[in-house]
């Protein structure tokens, strides 16, 4: 006695059929046998009449067919591809820091805005990576760890941008620099509260601390000062504080911060080098070539907002010359900020991307010269 038949498969309905099946194709059934199973028996035919209810149904077949369509297209793109047609910005701060952002709230306006791809790099500290990289899983946002780092070399005041996984969960090397830095900018804090009081100012929301357990950062005296009308605008601050001359620095040497960087594995970029305010001046090209050749950093922020073209130019020459990275950024520091998230596109930061991701999201380009044939025709703004 033969083994039982396996059943006929229904044919595939063809193109313009019903994906519910309920077009007037033929199809093949197996029967049913009496005592269980399928029938050795040939199938029967049944032939489905195509009424009211095909009809109702074509449009979502049609709208289904479209989105599987899609979906499958969309799942053989490779990830490089989705990376390079995504926004970058790789220079945002949040609450931890001096901004106003949530780590949350951050990400989701990069995701409504095209952003697939940040860096978290509030002053100093990186207590934000975690929860805007949870955020990042849960959005699609690829979220890059970084911190900006109050630095100086020589004459020059500076902030430079650290990146890396080596920053997401610190190791010894940088929880001693972020240490040391709080430790510095807590005792310029009090200095400035101790000054201000012998003149008849105290901030009676900074009162001036009496025990060790509080811990006091620059932009807490800022936001103070701004709070309490000493200055009209927070860009009043600096000129504000310049009159004491004699004030602690807190800052660390540029040296030590890249060292600290090579260590983990995270990159060293120069930060807005063509800002200047009264806390940072902007570096001429001259500047520059000064500066990289006695420090061994390994990128520059020639995309910033403050740059002008011309600068923004100036810089993106200087990289190539020197094979440096480079880096966008909008600079960002909250909802109501003059600056918001900006979608740079990743082509301008091929070289940052292709070093800095990790290998498991590849992203290739054909590096920093790309961005010779990919200038902005203006500022970002």
């Known amino acids: 006695m033969h083994p039982p038949r396996p059943p006929a498969l229904s044919k595939v309905p063809g193109p313009g059929a019903c994906v519910r099946g309920c077009s007037s194709a033929t199809r093949s059934l197996p029967t049913p046998h009496p005592k269980g199973g399928t029938s050795p028996q040939p199938t029967r035919r049944v032939r489905q009449s195509s009424g009211r209810q095909c009809a109702s149904t074509v449009s979502f077949c049609n709208l289904a067919a479209s989105i ?80 900006e780092v109050t630095s100086s070399h020589g004459e020059h005041d500076l902030h430079v941008l650290l990146y890396g996984n080596g920053l997401r969960r610190p190791s010894a090397p940088v929880k001693e620099m972020l240490a040391t830095l709080a430790s510095l900018s807590h005792n310029r804090v009090v200095w400035f509260l101790n000054r201000l009081a012998s003149q008849g100012t105290r901030l009676e929301t900074l009162p001036i601390p009496t025990d060790p357990v509080t811990r006091y950062r620059t932009f807490d005296l800022s936001r103070a000062l701004r709070r309490e009308s000493i200055v009209p605008k927070f860009r009043d601050v600096a000129p504000y504080l310049a009159q004491f001359a004699d004030a602690p620095e807190a800052s660390i040497a540029l040296a030590d911060v890249i060292a600290t960087a090579h260590e983990v594995g995270a990159v060293a970029v120069l930060a807005h080098p063509g800002r200047s305010d009264d806390s940072t001046a902007a570096l001429s090209v001259d500047a520059l070539e000064n500066l990289f050749a006695e420090a061994p950093l390994d990128g520059i922020e020639a995309h910033h907002p403050q740059h002008s073209p011309d600068q923004r130019d100036e810089f993106i020459a200087f990289a190539l010359k020197h094979r440096l990275l480079v880096t966008a950024g909008s600079d960002s520091h909250g909802p109501a900020h003059a600056r918001q998230p900006f979608p740079h596109p990743a082509s301008w930061v091929g070289n940052f991307l292709d070093r800095v991701l990790p290998s498991s999201i590849p992203f290739t380009s054909s590096g920093v010269r790309r961005l010779a044939t990919d200038l902005p025709t203006s500022a970002i703004a």
């Open 68 to 147: 599987l369509g899609y979906l499958r297209t969309r799942e053989t793109l490779p990830k490089a591809q989705t990376v390079a047609s995504t926004g970058v910005d790789l220079h945002l701060h949040t609450t931890a820091s001096d901004g106003r952002w949530t780590p949350e709230g951050l990400v989701l306006r990069a995701a409504r805005s095209g952003i697939g791809v940040i860096a978290v790099t509030d002053h100093d500290s990186i207590e934000a990576v975690e929860a805007a990289s949870s955020a990042g899983a849960n959005l699609g946002v690829i979220v890059v760890p970084g911190v």
